[in-house]
């Protein structure tokens, strides 16, 4: 299986397994391409915990990583230090959890296995994302003036 952050859940079949993984600059920006990103300035980390729970499988796990935005105040790069949490249930075959939805949707925070590995990269990206603050700022005094100074 190809990606970053593959796990292997017959690991996990007699009781919950830890994982870690560095979290590449180069990673990450490519799979934020699009968004306003300057090079990250150094690995992130993630941790992954899989637990089995019945027939499926139950990730919990943290997301850090640094990335460096523009200050929408002063246009300025600034660190934005991001500690994501991560949680998503992994389904075998036909389960209950995660049925598809009426409009053949899948539920969210479920994803299907559809062998012994899964690669997490979709939902570390996904969790990313969704965490990028709309508005970054480098301080509470910084402001355009700043710049032609």
């Known amino acids: 299986m190809k990606g970053s952050f593959v796990i292997d859940i017959r690991e996990a079949a007699s009781g919950a397994r830890d994982y870690d993984f560095p979290i590449e600059p180069a990673w990450l920006a490519a799979q934020l391409e699009g968004v306003e990103l300057s090079s990250p300035p150094g690995p992130g980390s993630l941790h992954l915990t899989l637990s089995p729970v019945g027939k499926n499988f139950y990730v919990k796990g943290r997301i850090r990583v640094r990335l460096a935005l523009p200050c929408v105040r002063c246009l300025r790069e600034t660190q934005v230090p991001l500690d994501v949490p991560l949680s998503v249930v992994l389904a075998k075959g036909s389960t209950d959890v995660g049925a598809a939805l009426d409009d053949g949707e899948e539920s969210p925070g479920v994803t299907r296995l559809a062998g012994d ?14 965490e ?12 355009l003036e700043d710049l032609y100074r």
């Open 117 to 130: 590995e899964v690669a997490m990269d979709d939902e570390v990206r996904e969790a990313i994302l969704l």
């Open 132 to 143: 990028l603050p709309m508005n970054p700022r480098c301080a509470e005094e910084c402001s």
